[in-house]
């Protein structure tokens, strides 16, 4: 990954990622999610104190276009690829988990990966391009491990989650805004973005952090499942 790939800003409270290839979709390298469970670990610490965080691509095409595809010629055995969702549950973990809200500034493809980092997010603002899904049964023939499974079926409903993954098709913003999957349609999702963290920077941070805690351990009770 070059640093370019994935990029940081910092202004005043709020954090802002941006995923940084265009031209490539914002497709996510191994390195990319490495910087991002990074960067978020330095908020849980506090050697990064930051009131809220968005998360966004570069570009008008995607948010990001799901883990590009070359990394999983990397993937020689099932022990690989077990590996493999095991990095993305911790990745996603500790996004999740982070005690500051986190928004999901979205234009275009939300694919694959991306689509659990946006799912991650307490908030999703998304421009009325959108396509969120995993299209996964028709491209690379891979699932979603139990964490990333339960929070699909926690922000669209045990129904549309199994649909779309048995169909593999993606959902647009009328769609989006009408289930809830995205809080609002903007042509400028980033601007919107800030405006709402500069709300919620503005919040008891302690009561913030507390609920977002409390609503993860439901979710993450919801989904224990015991393994064979």
């Given amino acids: 990954m070059t640093s370019t790939d994935f990029q940081f800003q910092q202004s005043d409270h709020t954090g802002v990622i941006t995923f940084n290839r265009p031209q490539q979709r914002n497709a996510l390298t191994y390195g990319m999610y490495e910087s991002l469970a990074k960067l978020c670990g330095r908020i ?3 050697t990064l104190p930051l009131k809220s965080l968005i998360i966004t691509g570069a570009g008008d095409k995607a948010f990001a276009a799901g883990t590009d ?3 999983f010629r990397q993937l020689g055995s099932a022990d690989d690829a077990l590996e493999y969702e095991r990095t993305m549950d911790r990745v996603m973990g500790t996004l999740e ?4 809200p986190t928004v999901a500034a979205i234009r275009g493809a939300c694919t694959g990966g991306g689509a659990a980092i946006a799912a991650c997010c307490d908030l999703r603002v998304a421009s009325n391009d959108i396509r969120y899904g995993f299209p996964i049964a028709r491209t690379l023939g891979n699932c979603l491990s139990s964490d990333n499974l339960s929070r699909q079926v926690e922000l669209l ?4 989650t199994r649909e779309l993954l048995l ?3 993606l959902i647009q ?3 989006a805004l ?6 609002e349609i903007s042509a400028d999702p980033c601007a919107r973005a ?3 963290c500069e709300r919620m920077n503005a919040h008891a941070p302690l009561t913030l952090a507390a609920s977002k805690e409390g609503l993860r351990r439901l979710r993450e009770h919801a989904a224990s499942v015991e393994s064979d």
């Fill in 44 to 46: 849980h610490d506090n």
């Fill in 69 to 71: 595809i070359a990394q």
């Fill in 97 to 100: 988990s982070l005690p500051i």
């Fill in 157 to 160: 409903g045990a129904a549309r």
């Fill in 167 to 169: 169909t593999a098709r």
């Fill in 173 to 175: 913003h009328e769609e």
């Fill in 178 to 183: 009408f289930i809830g999957l995205v809080n």
């Fill in 194 to 196: 800030h405006e709402l």
